[in-house]
């Protein structure tokens, strides 16, 4: 049910390569996430500085590592985030968490923690309501795996 | 595996219009099914899935949650104080079990 790294790595005919090597090069990472995206989705996403997600560099253990997420909206019926998914592409599993948002009603921020197995990029991706993709990803170190 | 346990920290008043603060968490080990026990058998997954939080019956602020999502899931998420009511929390777990909270709110 659900997304592996390895369906990801089946589905993704072009650029096999390019998945499984991320490299702490943020503009890589980038290019490298944007291809998740587009595997995962069917769909572009952009790269969008309204969206923070924001993570600890280094954390000792990656059984809880904490994480905020929010995005600038204003949060109206024109104008509003759908909901945010957050992906950690070195886990085993790569779905983290959808967070769903309501305009009027809900701020598009939430905090929370997540397992994380491997230093890697972790990704968010925001669907507004116009259905436009935007994207960010953080590094995070951890020193242990948090799957395990 | 002890009684998952529900637990929320949220104002009993607010100002209509007004930014208001959510924390919850639930007591659950988030069992991510890649584990082995002993004798070398996958220990079957059993997570919190959903997590919805309705504000008088109208769902304001939702998560579907994967594998990553830590032990004893915590949220913090803001919502806006809009008439008086009741705030529910519900948390489903795999295999159906479903764990529920409510929290009275006056809106002056």
């Not at chain 1, 993570?55 to 995005?71: E, K, W």
């Not at chain 2, 220990?43 to 008088?56: A, E, G, L, Q, T």
Request: some cysteine; aromatic content about 8%; glycine content about 6%.
């Amino acid at each position: 049910m659900s997304l592996t790294r390895r369906d990801v790595l089946i589905a993704g005919s072009v650029g096999l390569a390019g998945v499984a090597l991320f490299s702490p090069r943020s503009a890589r990472a980038n290019d490298e996430a944007l291809d998740l995206v587009q595997q995962l989705t069917g769909r572009t996403a952009t790269v969008s500085d309204r969206l923070h997600l924001i993570m600890p560099t280094d954390f000792p253990t990656g059984y809880t590592v904490p994480m905020s997420l929010d995005i600038d909206s204003p949060m109206t019926e024109a104008d509003h985030v759908r909901q945010m998914r957050v992906f950690a592409p070195r886990n085993p599993l790569i779905e983290v968490a959808s967070f769903h948002f309501v305009p009027q009603r809900s701020l598009p921020r939430v905090s929370t923690r997540i397992r994380l197995a491997k230093p890697q990029h972790v990704v968010a991706v925001a669907e507004m309501n116009d259905g436009i993709l935007l994207m960010t990803t953080t590094w995070v170190r951890v020193a242990t795996d948090g799957c395990a | 595996m002890t009684t998952p346990t529900p637990r929320v920290i949220v104002p009993n008043t607010a100002a209509k219009g007004e930014i208001f603060q959510v924390k919850t968490i639930i007591s659950h080990e988030m069992e991510t099914g890649l584990r082995h026990d002993d004798q070398g058998n996958v220990i079957p997954r059993k997570i919190i899935n959903k997590f919805v939080c309705s504000y008088n019956e109208t769902v304001v602020f939702s998560v579907d949650l994967h594998e990553a999502i830590s032990a004893n899931p915590f949220f913090e998420f803001s919502l806006r104080a809009t008439e008086s009511g009741r705030l529910d929390f519900v948390w489903e777990e795999d295999g159906g079990a479903v764990y529920m909270l409510s929290h009275q709110f006056t809106v002056g």
